[in-house]
């Protein structure tokens, strides 16, 4: 009873602790789930606003360049510019331009499209009824005058503002203005009503709140209250395509603002929801999740105290012949009767732990002579670079009897290379060292290839300091002059750039070269050998072994990820002419050493 007593008392406690941890993963799991379904809603939302917004502009916009380019409306205008004085020349210009401006298309998609300038000649579209305009350009009409002029033609945003060119009605109306190039022109406004505005800002929820900030101050769309509109449109000059969490300081809350800016526009959206929304959405789920963990708690117990009952039993059994297990009779096979499958299934793992525990015995007796193979190994390696620099030394000496300084340069490269190649007790480097050892290779390439062969390297200077395995980048080049220039006379050209992404927090290695290029087929054959040696190494944790000479690029890969883990990612372009392999690595803590020396070889 006792053992089954502490069975249940600890099934107990470790049931309200997980329940516990449940509870607090799946409540800070769901608030995360839903802040990020937030956080895309509003992004979505305001997108899709911006995309609406610029479609009207880009209507209104194109509108202008469509009157702008019509030879009829320019040709007129000239006149209007060179003629002061009433004639026929005038009378003829103003009719013509009325008529093109008061097209079927204008009328039904614009509220208004104005022509005017200095001279009080005015041209309106639908300039009857309800929309007759002023004879003259009102006061008010001046600060979008003046915004426009000197802009060379480009179109500026008109915000809403009570339309003071009409007689009759004054609604709110927005749009945009250009200066008419040439000498006194005038200038060109096509209009939209609010109306247009509120069908692509107003939403049916209640929480969230709409902002239209513009660049040059002043907002096109917004909300009544004056305070938390100056605070809108702070934001939206320092918050461009963003989604954060911001203290409100006009409501004292916590709220989600996501914004989005256009250049066509200089508009930033703005939207806001209160994060309490989250909390209030989350509720119904909570709910339900916790009758239905308070449920499977209660069953729970219940099934524990009858499964308790009968692990008892074939436990104490097994304890017994465990606690009889020797060296002796290790081999020997353990039986329970009437015992559970799961107390089966523990009984077969001990007897195959036993049967391993013996195997390890006998392997432990054969680890001490492989060790002592290894270490002869180890000297053998350490003799043989030696010799080979010996006999460089002495190739180099010979050179230099000769006067021939191209073997000594040659010599001095090898050996460096070997020397660098060979070294055992670090076996990674820096960018700026691997890049020294890419160059002495290249010098040897340059010398065997002449002319035939050019290179280029450039190196962000920040990066010289960043970590990499030995002999990484010398081996992708190798294997593009070995297979991408194969029955090629031209000149084989080959790049290496090496520069931080856009973000800062990798740097890529691009290495290109104007080769055969590489088929699709075989890419696809890299990626998905690729794809197993990474979940060989990083899952499974097997040694993986590779022929002689099947060096390349699947061997810098294995290095790379060894190396660098799961964050490491070499990519293989096949382009028209040639082949581009790129490697994305994270970058880390030191950078900074000078690689400015690093050039090129034509």
Known sequence: MRFQRKILLNYVLLLFISVVIIIVLYYNSSRKRYAEQEYSYLQTLSGQMMQQLEMEYRSMQEMTESLLSDPVILDNLKILATIYEDSDYRVEAKKKIMIRLNTYHIVKNFYRVLIYNNRGDIFASYDFDERKIKNMIPEEQEVWITGATGKKGRTGLVLPHEDPWGMKT??????????????????????????????????????IRV??????????????????????????????????????????????????????????????????VITQKMSGP????????????????????????????????LRRQMEQTNTENMGEAIHIENSMDEITALTNTYERILRRLKESLIQEKNLSYLQLQARYDLLQAQINPHFFHNVLN???????????????EICGSLSGMLRYATGNKIRYATIAEELIYLKQYLYLMKLRYQHKLEYLIEVDEMLGSQ??????????????????????????????????????????????????????ETVEQLEQQMIRMRDSLLNRHENIEMEIGGMGLLNTYARL????????????????????????????AGAGEDVSSIGSGR
């Open 170 to 207: 004054s609604p709110v109306v927005y749009g945009v203005i250009r200066e008419i190039l040439g000498s006194n022109m005038g200038y060109l406004e096509v209009q939209k009503t609010e109306d247009s505005l509120k069908r692509i800002f107003e939403i049916f929820d209640d929480n």
């Open 211 to 276: 902002a239209a900030v513009y660049d040059g101050g002043g907002a096109l769309y917004g909300l009544e209250n004056e305070e938390m509109m100056q605070y809108y449109e702070g934001l939206g000059k320092s918050e461009k395509h963003t989604v954060t969490d911001r203290k409100n300081p006009v409501t004292g809350r916590n709220e989600i603002v996501s914004s989005v800016y256009s250049e066509l526009t200089g508009v930033t959206i703005l939207l806001a929801e209160d994060r309490r």
């Open 286 to 317: 909570l709910w339900m999740a916790f009758w239905i963990l308070l449920l499977f708690v209660s069953l729970s117990i219940l099934f524990i105290v009858r499964i308790s009952q009968n692990l008892a039993r074939p436990i104490n059994e």
């Open 394 to 408: 002495v190739i180099s000496s010979r050179g230099l009897m000769l006067g021939d300084e191209t073997i000594c």
């Open 467 to 520: 970590l990499v395995p030995k002999i990484a980048f010398q081996q992708i080049v190798e294997n593009s002059i070995k297979h991408g220039f194969n029955g090629k006379n031209d000149v084989m050209k080959i790049t290496v750039t090496i520069k931080l992404t856009e973000s800062g927090e990798h740097w890529i290695v691009v290495f290109t070269d104007n080769g055969e290029g590489i088929k699709k």
């Open 561 to 588: 990820v060894l190396f660098f883990g799961d964050d490491v990612k070499l990519e293989i372009m096949g382009l028209e002419s040639g082949t581009t392999v790129v490697i994305t690595v994270p970058v880390s």
